[in-house]
């Protein structure tokens, strides 16, 4: 199994029932030829990719199926020898904005209603105009147009040129409700569809791995090849499976509320629309682009030399604050959805302590997760709403206690911390299982010990009165954002 990552590679030999045999881990670069550009060559990938699978070798172990997720929406471009073209846009290249906004002017808001979601400058879409416009001769030399690295490393080594569906959503190109291209928009790129790859839902085997591939590997020939869902829909499939209505909370160096659903009332610029793990479900994501980032820049600045224990501990000393802090330190996707947005803190006084402050960006991620709730809310069924119900938590942040019992009582909900690291191998686990009709073992929040279940204390009534203002906050400062901008 393969979590095909930004930074980071990941591989595991695992035994029926998931159980790792063997890991490793490669990190790669990404480059950053511009302000707002994020490019990665696919021949790193494949070098990553490589060195990972190459260090999951077991004498005796023999794998049965090579399974990929990874990152998403990324655009690669491969001339007719099947070779990248140029490097890879990636999703977080923000460089297509002024294509965005002809895009938009074209296609009005029947774009979003078909796609399910609203557009930003990384878009896929918007990148390939500014490909087109900007680099001529690549589109001239392009044969094969993918859209992420796990479509790419499967189809090297030897599977159909394919997307799966969860990252088909993100890239502005995807009839949500058709399953299929959308035809105005190629038609606006300009874009032959037969450029595109195959569209598979997360569980599909798309081919099997070639002599050569498997030489470079040190893998059998003919190796099913399982093109896993994208990496936010694995995530979700390892932790809490594919049942409509599950909820999940990640606190990492990002963050995020996940959940599987029906169809959204109508798309919203705050929230991510994906097809779910299997193809059948749709799944929501409300992404927090820094959460965990944000509670470790408060401990270094506030608390400079503390352990993240003594911090936790002196944060825990202080109680609820009445500090306000948005920890968008680098624009933000979710509750909002703003490029512009910075980091703030409001209810400063003189007799404010550095733990309050440690303290105020735990509950400022605590707040924003709560407005993503809000936001889902109408398209939430009645079940997920049971406030006696737990929510999984999984990342770094799921390892203090102190957090967890604050978005508790944020959310008004119980938590439970999830032992997720490897949580996007365990969903690519149990796709490559459901493709060749082998047992499917459990999502991980099965294995959940209920006595580490968090309840809200008496703390709750707190933060429900500070809620409300702080969700205020990110338009009461946007002519703030805008002028520290310079815009």
Not at 254 to 266: F, H, I, K
Not at 292 to 310: D, I, K
Not at 458 to 464: A, F, L, P
Request: aromatic share 4%; glycine share 12%; hydrophobic share 45%.
């Amino acid at each position: 199994m393969v979590d095909a990552g930004t930074t980071t590679v990941k591989a595991a030999l695992l035994e029926p029932g998931g159980a790792a045999l063997a890991t490793a881990s490669v990190e790669q670069p990404v480059q950053h030829p511009g302000p707002g550009r994020a490019e990665q060559h696919p021949d790193d990938w494949w070098r990553a990719f490589r060195s990972a699978v190459r260090g999951c070798r077991v004498a005796g172990a023999a794998p049965v199926a090579l399974a990929v997720t990874g990152q998403m929406q990324d655009l690669v471009v491969l001339d007719q020898h099947d070779r990248p073209a140029r490097p890879a846009l990636l999703y977080s290249d923000l460089r297509a904005g002024a294509e965005l906004a002809e895009l938009t002017g074209a296609l009005g808001d029947g774009w979003s209603m078909a796609t399910g979601n609203v557009a930003d400058p990384s878009s896929t879409c918007a990148q390939l105009l500014w490909v087109r416009e900007h680099e001529p001769e690549v589109l001239t030399r392009t044969h094969r147009v993918l859209l992420g690295s796990p479509g790419y490393l499967l189809h090297r080594a030897g599977g159909r040129a394919s997307c799966d569906l969860t990252t088909a959503s993100t890239t502005g190109l995807l009839d949500i409700h058709r399953r299929t291209w959308w035809p105005p928009v190629l038609e606006v790129l300009g874009l032959d569809p037969g450029l595109l790859p195959e569209l598979v839902d997360g569980v599909s085997e798309v081919g099997e791995s070639s002599r050569a591939a498997a030489e470079e590997l040190e893998l059998p020939a003919a190796l099913p090849l399982v093109h896993v869902a994208g990496d936010a829909a694995a995530v979700t499939a390892g932790l809490i499976g594919a049942a409509p209505g599950a909820i999940s909370v990640s606190l990492g160096t990002s963050g995020w509320v996940a959940a599987l659903t029906g169809w959204p009332s109508r798309p919203n610029g705050a929230i991510h629309h994906l097809v779910g793990p299997t193809g059948r479900e749709s799944l929501l994501i409300g992404a927090l682009l820094s959460a965990g980032a944000t509670v470790e820049w408060a401990r270094r600045t506030y608390l400079p030399g503390a352990s993240r224990a003594a911090a936790d501990r002196a944060a825990e000393l202080a109680g609820p604050t009445d500090l306000l802090m948005l920890p968008s330190l680098a624009g933000e996707r979710s509750p909002v959805r703003d490029p512009l947005a910075v980091g703030a803190v409001v209810g400063l006084r003189p007799s404010t302590t550095p733990a309050q402050l440690y303290r105020a960006a735990m509950e400022g991620v605590g707040y924003s997760l709560r407005r993503i709730l809000e936001i889902m809310g109408p398209d939430l069924p009645a079940s997920s709403k049971d406030s006696s119900w737990w929510l999984p938590v999984s990342g770094g942040g799921a390892l203090s206690g102190v957090f967890g019992r604050i978005v508790a009582d944020v959310l008004g909900r119980p938590v439970a911390p999830v032992a997720a690291e490897g949580a996007g191998l365990h969903g690519a686990y149990r796709a490559a299982a459901s493709a060749l009709g082998m047992p499917v073992p459990a999502p991980l929040v099965d294995a959940v010990d209920p006595a580490t279940v968090m309840h809200p204390s008496g703390q709750r009534e707190h933060y429900d009165r500070l809620a409300d203002a702080h969700a205020e906050l990110w338009a009461q400062l946007r002519p703030a954002f805008r002028a520290l901008a310079g815009r």
